[in-house]
């Protein structure tokens, strides 16, 4: 299940927030850590394809000890890092050649195409 820490505002100054009428207080998740291994395994995956899909998606997980969604979350979050390192060699490029760059690169730009990230854990 969802690994959740304690509830935001309960010790602090301010009141507790309502997580979507579920419960007292607001949740917050603990962030999947992925091993060094998993992550190696995981980038080699990424090299020969950027897209996970299906039973490839399935076996991987259950390869790494991680659940599909994770494997998911994760090919979701590097192709937008892979966008992001792809347009700023390519404005690295184009100011060697004296081109004049639009304003750097925003993160918003990146995410008008490609889904939202997210980070969750089942």
Wanted: neutral net charge.
């Amino acid at each position: 299940g969802l690994e959740l820490s304690h509830c935001v505002g309960a010790n602090s100054l301010g009141p507790a927030v309502p997580w979507r009428s579920a419960g007292p207080c607001k949740m917050k998740r603990v962030r999947t850590v992925f091993k060094p291994e998993q992550l190696e395994r995981l980038e080699q995956e990424f090299l020969k394809q950027q897209y996970m899909v299906g039973t490839e998606r399935v076996d991987l997980a259950a390869t790494l000890h991680l659940t599909e969604t994770q494997v998911k979350v994760w090919f979701q979050n590097r192709r937008i890092k892979w966008r992001k390192q792809s347009m700023e060699q390519k404005a690295a490029k184009l100011s060697q050649f004296g081109v004049i760059q639009p304003a750097t690169v925003d993160s918003t730009d990146i995410k008008d195409h490609e889904e939202d990230t997210v980070d969750i854990e089942l």
